[in-house]
């Protein structure tokens, strides 16, 4: 019997098979597996050769051969992670999906720390970790610009273009006339 590390962690037996890797013991299968086939544990170290499609807890992808859903997730309340070079780069938790954030807290979340989300709704709710509550339709009129309602909530609104104003009533505010330029259609340019 070969053995290696300080307790035995590896252990090759007398017929030159491996029966203990890393001080878990393993019994592994007397024939090589076939074209296609799988190395499955049965959860107490007995390995056996499967289809790859009799797998069921591998994602196997069979190439163009998919004949329905193909599913990949977990079913006990874990969350999904997914890495590129040893580095979490994406995480579904609990239906939302963070892109650069491990704890994404709303439906898509893009920067650790929350800075770019989506809503469920589908609105973005927050840019740059800033949070805004977009208008729920359509400009009403030709011309009509986002406008800033309330600074501290980030609330936008349609406005007409020609006018825009600070409604807060502090000192020291302004109203923007937007004009169209002289050297094109569609250009505009804000004068205070």
Not at 32 to 58: F, I, P
Request: overall charge negative.
């Amino acid at each position: 019997m070969l053995t290696v590390g300080n307790g035995d962690l590896f252990q090759v037996n007398s017929s030159g098979n491996i029966v203990k890797i890393n001080n878990i013991t393993y019994s592994w299968p007397s024939l090589q597996g076939g074209a296609n086939q799988v190395l499955t544990n049965n959860g107490s170290g007995g390995l056996t050769w499967v289809a790859a499609g009799a797998c069921t807890t591998c994602f196997h992808n069979n190439g163009d051969s998919f004949t329905g859903l193909a599913t990949l997730g977990t079913n006990d309340a874990y969350e999904l992670a997914f890495e590129t070079g040893g580095t979490e780069k994406m995480r579904i938790a609990f239906g939302n999906v963070g892109i650069g954030d491990t704890t994404p807290l709303s439906l898509l979340t893009v920067g650790n720390g929350d800075l770019f989300q989506v809503n469920s709704s589908g609105n973005i709710v927050k840019i740059n970790n800033i949070t805004y509550s977009w208008p729920s339709s359509a400009p009403t009129a030709v011309n009509q610009v986002l406008s800033v309602q309330t600074v501290a909530g980030g609330i936008l609104q349609w406005a007409s273009a020609t006018q825009v104003s600070n409604d807060s009533g502090a000192a020291g505010s302004y109203v923007a006339r937007i004009k169209a330029t002289a050297d094109g259609v569609g250009s505009y340019r804000a004068v205070l």
